[in-house]
């Protein structure tokens, strides 16, 4: 099995910054793929941010060119780098690894809230 543990969010003003982490233990070898979601509230969760095994990585339209997403494979982590923060992104985010052998891990998600 695959455990996320994600950290790095709270309150921060519109134009700020934040970094997330998302921190996989156990099976980690299997995971092929992992996954930014987020969700506000009354509203459906949506994709943000995924990177592949190979470093391959897709955005959403609504995050292009202020979010970045990296791993480091050494501390089986991977990174959300938030920046020029709106509003609308406030939302509490998860991630989400993808595995060859488990079925899919979800972490216990962090708040991140924008202030205007």
């Known amino acids: 099995q695959v455990q996320l543990v994600e950290s790095g969010g709270g309150l921060v003003q519109a134009g700020g910054s934040l970094r997330l982490s998302c921190a996989a233990s156990?099976?980690?070898?299997?995971?092929?793929?992992i996954v930014w979601h987020r969700q506000a509230p009354g509203k459906e969760r949506e994709l943000v941010a995924a990177i592949n095994s190979g470093g391959s990585t897709n955005y959403a339209d609504s995050v292009k060119g202020r979010f970045t997403i990296s791993r480091d494979n050494a501390k089986n982590t991977v990174y959300l780098q938030m920046n020029s923060l709106k509003p609308e992104d406030t939302a509490v985010y998860y991630c989400n690894a993808r595995s060859i052998r488990f079925p899919d891990s979800w972490g216990q998600g962090t708040q991140v809230t924008v202030s205007s």
């Open positions: 156990g099976s980690t070898f299997s995971i092929y793929l």
